[in-house]
């Protein structure tokens, strides 16, 4: 997810400022949290990746679904393999 927020040929020209804030935000605290807690349980690492997806995975789809009403208008067909 990182490496697609700093990847101008992907996303991250297509992402909202506020929302790739948040999205940073959320990869730092991650990260943060991975970092004091090495030996944590499945489960809770686990639940800490559901916590990043719950704030990533809408973004981008969001992304993909204005790429894609994007394509169609300039006369492209939407890809669906997405």
């Known amino acids: 997810m ?4 700093n990847d101008k040929d992907k996303l991250a020209d297509k992402i909202d400022s506020i929302d790739k804030e948040n999205i940073e935000n ?6 943060e949290w ?3 807690n090495q030996n944590a ?3 809770d690492f686990d ?10 995975n809408p973004v981008i ?3 993909y ?8 208008q300039d006369g492209e067909e939407p890809n669906d393999e997405l």
């Open 2 to 5: 990182r490496s697609t927020m």
């Open 61 to 63: 789809k969001q992304v």
């Open 47 to 56: 639940d800490k990746l559901k916590e990043v997806e719950a704030v990533c």
């Open 26 to 31: 959320t990869l730092k605290e991650a990260l």
């Open 65 to 72: 679904e204005n790429s894609s009403a994007a394509d169609s």
């Open 34 to 36: 991975l970092d004091h």
């Open 41 to 43: 349980d499945k489960d």
